[in-house]
Every structure is written in C-alpha cells, then in structure tokens.
C-alpha cells in the first residue's frame, strides 16, 4: 500500500482490478470510472461475463488468476461466497503489498488475515441486476478495514461512488446480510408468487404495482409491525382457510401461506 | 335503487352509510365525502371506532343494526369477512331497495344474491392503515355489479374516488386477493422480520429503506423472477447453511428462511 494512499488521499488508489463480473462487479465498474478510478483489468472464471464487462470498461481481461495484473493498486473481489475463499491465496500471493476489498455481505474481513497486508470489506447492501441501473447516491455501503488508514480510504470511496460508508463490524454485517435477504429476496419472493397466482387465473402482474409500492413506502413511516394490514394481522381465519383451500394444488405455496400468517401473528401477539 | 341511479348519472347516490370503520372505511369516508357524497351515518359494532370515524366525517354514528339509518342511497360495507354474513340479513332486510356494496377482496358478489335487489362489490386493492393517508389516484378497483347499472355506477364510483376501475369476476377477485396478501402483507412481514433481526445486533432498520425501495421499483421494469438476487437464486449453500445456522435460536425464522429458498430456487428452475 503506497503512501499516498495511507494519507487518505481521494486520488491515491488509481488502478483497480475487478475480480468477478457478476451484478455487483457490474456495477460496480462503470462507478469506479466515473468516481476517476483505472479499472486495469476484469477477472472472471466465465468468458463471457469478463469479456461483456471489460467491453463496456473498455480493459482488458483475463479469465486466469495467474494473468491478473499484478500492478493494480486495488483488487475488489465480488464472487460467489463459495469461490472466494479459493480466488484469494492465488490472488494475494502475486501482489502482498497492493489493497484487497471484497463486498460480500456474510464474510467475515478475516479471510484475508495472514495473507495480505491491507485489506478490508465493501459491502453495498443492494440489489443488483444486470439489466437495470443502480442509483449509488441510494447505496448504503458498509466497510470494515484492516486498519484505520484502510477503513478510512473505505469510507472515501463509498463517498466517492455516491454513496453513503457505514463502519460494521464482520459479526453485524453478517446480519445485516441475513436481513437483507429477507427484506429483499424474500419479499421479491412474494412479488413471485403474486405474479405466478395471478397469472394463472388471466390477471396482469402490474394491477399488483400500487400496493407493492405503497407497501414500500409505508415502512418509512410505520415499523413493519405497525403497518401490517390483511387476514393474519386480524387472525381472521374465514379468510386464512379459504386461501389455504384455493392453495391445495400447490401444497408448497400452501404451506409457506401458513407457516407465514402463523409467523406475522406470533410477531403481532409478543 | 332509484332512476337516476340507474341511469348511471354520477350524483345520483348522494347518501351513504358506512358499515363498519376499519381501516378500509376510515380511508373511503373522507374520500366519499371528498367526491360530493353525503355519509350520513357510520355503524360499528366498536363504539370507539364508529364515534372517531363519524367524528372525523361529522356524521352521526350508531352500535347497533337495527338502528343504521334507513333512507341512505348506498350502504358500503366493511368489516371482517367473518361478521359479514351476520351483517347482510338484519342490513339489508330493513330497506331492500337501496344499493348495498362490500368492499372485501375474498367474498363473494353472491352474499347479497336473495337478499338485496341491487348489489355490487368494490375491492380497493391497497394497503390501509388508519394512522397514514392515502393517494387514491393509485388505487386499483376491482368492481362486480349484479347488473350493468350496477356494474357502471360502482365504475364511475371509483373514478371519482380518484382510482382507476376494473372488472372483476368474484372468481378472480379472491385470486387477486390471495396474491395481495403475498405482494403486501407477506413482504411486509419479511420487512419485519429484518426489522427484528437488525435490532438484536443494534443495527436501524432504517438501513434497510434504500433496499426496500430498490426491491419494489426494479418489478416495475423486471418480472420478479427476473429481479431476484441473493444466495437462494444462485442457491449458495455456503451462505444458506451459515444463515440458517445464524437463525438457530429462532427455528421458526430458520424454517421460514429454509423454506423461502427452496421455493424460491423452485421458481426459478422451472
């Protein structure tokens, strides 16, 4: 890690290299170029998604952690849980002094402990696809450094993407993590399952819009618990059977109905 | 129901009595009175609930059936499916000529079949809680009349509510309710579960918002299949086990959790 980047300097981590392709890596790039950062170099095990990326960044790629240019000045790792763990001793070995960041929410920072010496997490809790923008000035980065010096250039660079850099610890970014999915997949989940209900009986997902929408907004003024609404917060179980019957072909929808309005009622009653 | 009713003119049903003051009723009434409409009286069973709506609407209010007043045009109904049944005979018995309408997602037009003459359902597909306004600009209504007088009077109803009006079979109105129930109230309790979840590590749930948001806004471009993300899409048993071991003490959160994603992982294999 250069000096200037120890100082905290806004400019002083130039060259990146973008290790994965995937949504968040995506994203990412197109952010660091426009915030002034060199993406060098994409890394992707799959070609297409390396090449598709590093196309749009106009870099090179490679699809060998052998060929990772070792000149960066910053690695930011975005893979798949599963495959971290196996990218980094490869990844660290070739360029020990350089600064390592992954953004994977469940991770602890200590899987670069031992292995490099500056490094840290850039977790940014959103929902990233390929086909659709992300407004960064909406993104809640949170990060972890090895140091004060790497926490700091951290939280320069979330400020620098758009976004706003929150210190967590590993331990709480991992249930930040684990609230996440359910605020985020899970719910989108449900959208799922409305779409497929009403698609089978000839209805348009979008008559479905306003209350997904209205539902998000509420919760910036209610707690979740004070905005609940419909047949489980009243425990009306005319209504909760009646569903539960125009389920059964379905059993497993059937059965996350019910394993669902038990839960929003225990949630309700304690 | 009178002549000018049935021609379908707008001013025509000038009185109306609220059955019931629930959430669903205490957002109509100011809107009703909003569109020229003359409530004239409001009943629940709940006298703390009929006085604070009656009092908002400057309207007198009563506890007891036998005492709804009996010259009013329209008798909108709201309650719980389960006290409707109860509520049809002694209502309609004592003035048979009016136009009586239920607003419940889940019931049948067919309640009103024998008993009343003109009948309808308007279904106000949104989220309603009593202590936040809403825009009823964005409000879907699923109407069904008993006839086509019927039918046209609760469709320009609706309009000057200020909502858009479909057609709706009573049949797909109670699909279009179960999959309400999973597009609002399911996905705001898996708001509430985040919620509970960031609040035993000290985290605001507030760092949730800009997810949420982003969660609701991407199925305006992206089907939900589409949209989703996280470690049940990619099925990332790594992230998985170490989530549902993060649940452990909560086994019916890690049930929920567990469940989610394999139907989530279901959606999106076949």
Redesign the interface.
């Known amino acids: 890690m250069n000096k200037e980047l120890i100082d905290g300097q806004p400019v002083s981590l130039k060259k990146v290299v973008l290790v994965g392709a995937g949504?968040v890596a995506t994203h990412l790039g197109p952010a660091l170029c426009d915030a002034g950062y060199e993406v060098v170099q994409v890394f992707s095990r799959t070609e297409a998604s390396a090449s598709a990326l590093a196309g749009k960044l106009h870099c090179p790629y490679t699809t060998r952690l052998d060929m990772v240019n070792p000149e960066a000045d910053m690695y930011i790792v975005s893979v798949?849980?599963?495959a971290l763990e196996k990218v980094i001793p490869p990844l660290v070995s070739r360029h020990p002094d350089a600064f390592f960041v992954h953004t994977a929410g469940?991770m602890p920072m200590n899987v670069w402990k031992g292995l490099a010496r500056h490094y840290g997490v850039l977790y940014p809790?959103?929902?990233?696809?390929k086909?659709?923008g992300?407004d960064f000035s909406?993104?809640?980065f949170f990060v972890e450094g090895s140091g004060k010096e790497e926490m700091e250039t951290l939280k320069i660079l979330a400020g620098q993407l758009g976004g706003k850099a929150?210190e967590?610890t590993s331990?709480?970014r991992?249930?930040?993590?684990?609230?996440?999915?359910?605020?985020?997949?899970?719910?989108?989940?449900?959208?799922?399952?409305?779409?497929?209900?009403?698609a089978?009986?000839?209805?348009p997902?979008g008559?479905?819009?306003?209350?997904?929408?209205?539902?998000?907004r509420?919760?910036?003024?209610?707690?979740?618990?004070?905005?609940?609404?419909?047949?489980?917060?009243?425990y009306?179980?005319?209504?909760i059977n009646?569903?539960l019957s125009?389920?059964a072909d379905e059993p497993?929808?059937a059965?996350?109905?019910e394993?669902?309005s038990?839960?929003?009622h225990?949630?309700l009653s304690s």
Do not use: W
């Not at 991992?174 to 009403?198: I, T």
């Not at 009306?236 to 209504?239: A, L, T």
């Open positions: 949504n798949k849980d599963s469940s809790m959103q929902t990233f696809s086909g659709r992300v909406t993104v809640p929150y967590a331990e709480q991992r249930y930040l993590h684990v609230a996440a999915v359910f605020a985020c997949n899970f719910a989108n989940h449900m959208y799922a399952v409305a779409e497929h209900l009403l089978l009986h000839g209805l997902f008559a479905m819009l306003p209350l997904i929408d209205e539902t998000a509420k919760v910036h003024e209610l707690s979740p618990l004070e905005a609940q609404t419909g047949p489980a917060r009243r009306d179980e005319n209504v009646r569903h125009m389920l497993e929808l059965e996350l109905y394993l669902i038990k839960n929003i225990k949630f």
